[in-house]
């Protein structure tokens, strides 16, 4: 009975990460936890990265889950869904197509396997919306990159909790990123452990 | 439903008991699928190219690829990246329309990675994958990376003479195709491995199989119906739906190394494939392929069922309490769908988005997993009331016996009503979530249902009594209309019909309460359950930070879902045929309408998409009503 005599709260909550191929979720979950930006090329594997959080005076254990982009693996990517308390869409704002393939391809898969989930969404690189050379790609496909308000449109459309936006290159970002992601978690309503169920396990 | 009982017994000892239903009897191809989602014989027989080398492919493939090697076969990361979702879905529908099946579309406009999309996505989207489900386990377990090139060479290219004509053609091009690319590959880092990480789950269907794994839903529902793939075998209660299965993802490192090497030994495998290779030189013996079994006859079956259940101890006999003997005018044929290769199961989620995809799996192909679906049928029909696969319904339609029709839920909102009245409803409490799960897993044993029954027969005429005055007051809602013309309507009639019977149910509460403590755990009021403080969101860290949703708006959403979902939430009583029709006319159309309306409305935040009005029309008449529909799952809507 001691374990059960434990008024201790064990809070527990799961963000999943998704977007399209390259668009920087990796390495924002590198920094998230780490600090640490890499600057090489590496895929990503289904990887879950855990952190401590102290949110609004309550301890929360926040474990984070990466997940690979390809078509082949959107099943896959599903089944991580099936828990989540909050799922980070993220895109580039280098990239167009990706914020076209939130509405197209991530919401449908995520209605899916996770429908009435919370939903944030995190534009990421922005420290490209002023590099030149940048500008000078997407001019010659008469393009530019995705501004904010664009970006807080589409946020809008997929009724998004927050729309954030962040640079895991220059760490701009990323912590609030984070508490907000986690704070999104916590809100609403949540259950402990019930005392029946605690009843039997012990006996 | 004491047939049912026995007959699970029976199927649970004999060995007619199948515990695979293999992944292309999930597979049920839908209706209006011409090209992508078709099965690959139809394709060809829509659209085929011929190759030079006499392979038939199909002709979406041709022009995709022919389109790629045009553009720009060296541009980083191809078939790698994900082309634009918008013009993927563009293409399938230009590809897929009906008289010439896109022989004239212009590809100019598209990207290369868009058209490398479609090219995958055919494959993805094929029923049975380019390397059939059947041969899965030969592959897996013949090949391995440490025995010789000689020997894995040997087993590839017997292997492929295996295979359907059309799908061994396929795999030919695709291997062909992949070989064309990696040449390249000092310019689009296509390396041999990079390209089998993308080959090996499109054209094994690895990763749709996890599509086909039970969820969390089913799980709490309780359906176990596994699922196959080819050498595991996924049990829909055993699987955990939170992790991928650690089977998949070895064998998917099995098919990529597999893939790897057919890549780089390309040329001597075509070579082999394209000659007739003569694999009993090389000494490497390989186990038939056993073919399916047909159906047996319905006489075999039975006398094997009666040989089984007598070689039972007598103790398990007396189990039992029931002889196959006692039921002499019973034969299999009772027990038969009309058309068992059609029999639809219907997915309990109705209610929900896959309503409009794919509400109807085809599980039953042959008797036996007509028979296996059913002694499941029977299974949770016994042990847990409110998780009766629906295909209990056509089988029990059937038989003569009215005694033997489940149980329909409609009594059970009458029940949860009752419920309601004697525990009032508090807002810090999620009713309907899991609550009545924990109350029917008490009843397990024959006993304690037997004797609810008898409790509950004797209550249900009290409650019909009242639920009479209440019908005369109520006008009928025909269950054809749809309920989203008049959303207030229905909301408003829900409210009147609670207030009506508040009264009339208050005379029987001190009755109901105490019926009801045995299945229902007291404890619950410890049930700790904390609001956390609404965020504030006026000041936020950083600018580009906004809250979009109103929480205040949702608030009031919780509210009317909570409470339908209250009122409908599933138990399991046992009423008589007479009994159930009163209260099916009467009740259970009205909580179906206010949730319906709340799943609705959550839908049209997020996308615009039409709910379908016909879909009560669908339903077949004892379906229609059931209400396991309701129970919010996971993550409930008061979450929000």
């Known amino acids: ?203 | 439903m004491r047939f049912g009982e026995l007959f699970m017994t029976n199927m649970r000892k004999s060995q007619l008991q199948i515990e695979v239903i293999t992944t292309d009897q999930f597979n049920a191809t839908k209706e209006d699928a011409t090209i992508f989602g078709a099965p690959l014989k139809e394709i060809l027989e829509r659209s085929s190219f011929s190759t030079k080398g006499g392979l038939c492919i199909p002709y979406v493939l041709h022009r995709c690829f022919t389109e790629i090697a045009k553009k720009g076969i060296k541009s980083e990361g191809l078939f790698r990246l994900s082309g634009s979702a918008p013009k993927i879905l563009q293409l399938e529908k230009l590809f897929s329309e009906a008289p010439d099946f896109g022989k004239d579309v212009d590809l100019t406009p598209y990207d290369v990675h868009t058209l490398a999309g479609t090219f995958k996505k055919l494959l993805r989207s094929l029923p049975e994958p380019v390397i059939p489900h059947q041969l899965h386990v030969y592959y897996l377990n013949g090949y391995s990376k440490s025995s010789s090139n000689e020997r894995n060479l040997a087993l590839l290219s017997s292997l492929g003479h295996r295979m359907n004509r059309y799908h061994f053609d396929l795999l030919k091009y695709i291997i062909a195709i992949a070989a064309y690319v990696e040449k390249e590959k000092a310019h689009n880092k296509m390396t041999a491995e990079a390209l089998a990480i993308v080959l090996a789950p499109t054209c094994t269907g690895l990763d749709g199989i996890i599509n086909k794994l039970p969820n969390n839903k089913e799980k709490e529902r309780g359906d176990k119906l596994s699922v196959s793939l080819g050498r595991n075998t996924f049990n829909r209660s055993a699987a955990s739906h939170n992790v991928l299965p650690l089977s998949i993802v070895k064998d998917l490192e099995q098919w990529t190394s597999l893939f790897q090497f057919m890549i780089v030994n390309h040329e001597k495998l075509l070579v082999n494939w394209t000659n007739n290779f003569d694999y009993e030189e090389t000494k490497i013996i390989i186990p038939d392929i056993p073919e399916q079994k047909e159906p047996e006859d319905e006489e075999e079956i039975i006398s094997q069922l009666k040989a089984s259940f007598e070689a039972l101890p007598i103790s398990q006999k007396e189990d039992t309490k029931l002889r196959f003997d006692e039921f002499p005018e019973l034969t299999f044929k009772d027990f038969e769908l009309p058309d068992l290769t059609i029999a639809p199961v219907i997915k309990r989620d109705y209610m929900r988005d896959s309503w409009q995809k794919d509400n109807v799996e085809i599980l039953t192909r042959s008797k036996s997993a007509a028979a296996l679906s059913m002694s499941q049928s029977c299974e949770h029909f016994f042990a847990e009331p409110e998780v009766i696969i629906d295909v209990s319904t056509p089988i029990f339609a059937t038989n003569q016996r009215k005694t033997f029709k489940p149980a329909v839920n409609t009594e059970m909102s009458s029940f949860s009503r009752s419920v309601q009245s004697a525990r009032p409803y508090s807002p810090s409490q999620r009713p309907g979530d899991g609550k009545y799960f924990e109350i029917l897993s008490q009843w397990k044993s024959r006993e304690d249902h037997l004797a609810h029954e008898q409790q509950k027969g004797s209550q249900a005429q009290k409650q019909e009594q009242a639920n009479d005055d209440a019908i005369a007051e109520e006008p009928e809602v025909p269950s054809e209309v749809t309920p989203l013309d008049e959303p207030s309507a229905a909301v408003g009639q829900e409210d009147d019909k609670e207030a009506a019977n508040m009264d009339q149910d208050t005379e029987n509460t001190t009755e109901e309460s105490s019926f009801a403590e045995p299945g229902f755990p007291i404890e619950q009021q410890d049930e700790v359950i904390e609001d956390v403080a609404e965020e504030q969101p006026e000041e936020l860290p950083i600018s580009g930070i906004e809250p979009l949703i109103e929480e205040q708006a949702h608030e009031n959403n919780i509210n009317v879902d909570s409470e339908a979902s209250l009122v409908s939430s599933p138990t399991a009583l046992e009423f008589s045929a007479e009994q159930q029709e009163v209260l099916l006319s009467a009740e259970s159309v009205s909580p179906q309408m206010v949730s319906l309306r709340d799943e609705d409305d959550c839908k049209n935040k997020r996308k615009d998409t039409p709910f379908p009005d016909t879909h009560m029309n669908k339903l077949p008449s004892g379906q229609s009503l059931d209400s396991g529909v309701y129970s919010t799952d996971g993550l409930s809507l008061s979450d929000l």
Request: proline share 1%.
């Open chain 1, 1 to 203: 009975m001691a374990i059960c005599g434990d008024e201790q709260k064990h809070i527990n909550r799961k963000i999943v990460v998704c977007g399209d191929y390259q668009c920087g979720k990796t390495s924002l979950l590198n920094v998230m936890t780490t600090g640490y930006f890499g600057q090489l090329y590496e895929p990503a594997v289904f990887d879950c990265h855990y952190r401590d959080a102290t949110i609004d005076g309550q301890e929360v254990g926040v474990s984070m889950v990466d997940t690979k982009s390809t078509d082949e693996h959107e099943h896959s990517c599903g089944v991580h869904f099936s828990n989540a308390h909050v799922i980070l869409m993220c895109f580039a704002v280098d990239n167009r197509e990706s914020l076209d393939n939130i509405m197209y391809r991530w919401l449908d898969i995520v209605q899916e396997y996770r429908p009435n989930v919370k939903i944030v969404l995190v534009a990421l690189k922005c420290d490209l919306r002023d590099d030149e050379a940048t500008i000078m790609k997407l001019q010659q496909i008469n393009q530019h990159p995705v501004l904010y308000e664009e970006g807080l449109a589409t946020a809008r459309s997929i009724n998004a909790v927050r729309y954030l936006e962040c640079s895991a290159k220059h760490n701009r970002g990323v912590n609030e990123c984070f508490e907000q992601a986690a704070k999104v978690a916590m809100s609403g309503k949540y259950r402990l452990l019930r005392k029946n169920q605690c009843r039997s396990l012990c006996s």
